[in-house]
């Protein structure tokens, strides 16, 4: 429907990822106008193009940022904005700036996340998100939330197009629900959102995932060997 509206943005085509969309920009300010953000010191968000002006914020604002890499393989990076130049801010939000300019670092030397904004493919009126459907979003807060850096109650974000905003979404006991959603023209506060996961749930990962997720791996290690 993005496609066929005329509203999908780059990068094109919009299939396969967290699509990019006209009015990205008005859908972000309202999560930037939240009394959630104003006061949230570490903020994590993911790294595609409709959530760039959010992290760019971020960055202006004096917050630490938190940027998982793209499928996780290299972990987190931490964005610190008194060691980033001004003129370098923009640069600094993008995908290649976050690398360049980032730290990275091992989630358990994290701060404390105080909110989370994430992409999505779709969300529900119910609070229940849709992904590029291979579950990132869900491993990185199962990871934070293993290692004692977020906690269920944290606030979580999105900001979608109007034509992604569905009233009903099923919910997996993986999956990653929202507090808030943000469309050009909307805003949403879910009431009585449904639980969060309360970590890894290791029997509903696949060898593949471990393999290519290097913190899983290590993290299901130290789970079997104590001692690791």
Same mark, same amino acid.
């Given at each position: 429907?993005?496609?066929?509206?005329?509203?999908?943005?780059?990068?094109?085509?919009?299939?396969?990822?967290?699509?990019?969309?006209?009015?990205?920009?008005?859908?972000?300010?309202?999560?930037?106008?939240?009394?959630?953000?104003?006061?949230?010191?570490?903020?994590?968000?993911?790294?595609?193009?409709?959530?760039?002006?959010?992290?760019?914020?971020?960055?202006?604002?004096?917050?630490?940022?938190?940027?998982?890499?793209?499928?996780?393989?290299?972990?987190?990076?931490?964005?610190?904005?008194?060691?980033?130049?001004?003129?370098?801010?923009?640069?600094?939000?993008?995908? #290649?700036?976050?690398?360049?300019?980032?730290?990275?670092?091992?989630?358990?030397?994290?701060?404390?996340?105080?909110?989370?904004?994430?992409?999505?493919?779709?969300?529900?009126?119910?609070?229940?998100?849709?992904?590029?459907?291979?579950?990132?979003?869900?491993?990185?807060?199962?990871?934070?939330?293993?290692?004692?850096?977020?906690?269920?109650?944290?606030?979580?974000?999105?900001?979608?197009?109007?034509?992604?905003?569905?009233?009903?979404?099923?919910?997996?006991?993986?999956?990653?629900?929202?507090?808030?959603?943000?469309?050009?023209? #909307?805003?949403?506060?879910?009431?009585?959102?449904?639980?969060?996961?309360?970590?890894?749930?290791?029997?509903?990962?696949?060898? #593949?995932?471990?393999?290519?997720?290097?913190?899983?791996?290590?993290? #299901?290690?130290?789970?079997?060997?104590?001692?690791?």
């Amino acid at each position: 429907m993005l496609e066929e509206r005329g509203v999908a943005r780059f990068p094109r085509p919009v299939y396969g990822r967290i699509p990019n969309f006209v009015g990205a920009e008005r859908s972000a300010e309202k999560i930037l106008m939240l009394n959630e953000y104003r006061e949230a010191r570490v903020v994590k968000v993911n790294p595609d193009s409709p959530q760039r002006l959010i992290r760019q914020r971020c960055l202006e604002d004096g917050k630490l940022l938190v940027m998982p890499t793209p499928r996780i393989r290299q972990g987190f990076l931490l964005l610190n904005p008194s060691k980033i130049p001004r003129s370098l801010i923009h640069h600094a939000s993008t995908i #290649k700036g976050a690398f360049k300019l980032g730290e990275p670092i091992h989630p358990s030397r994290l701060p404390k996340i105080d909110m989370i904004v994430v992409g999505s493919v779709a969300a529900s009126r119910n609070g229940v998100r849709i992904g590029k459907g291979e579950g990132y979003a869900e491993i990185e807060y199962a990871i934070l939330r293993e290692l004692g850096k977020v906690d269920e109650d944290v606030f979580i974000a999105t900001n979608i197009h109007d034509l992604q905003l569905i009233d009903n979404l099923p919910r997996e006991p993986y999956d990653l629900t929202l507090d808030y959603i943000a469309t050009p023209t #909307k805003q949403i506060k879910i009431q009585d959102r449904p639980p969060r996961p309360p970590g890894i749930l290791w029997d509903k990962l696949d060898q #593949k995932k471990l393999e290519e997720i290097p913190l899983l791996k290590e993290l #299901k290690n130290c789970k079997n060997n104590p001692r690791f």
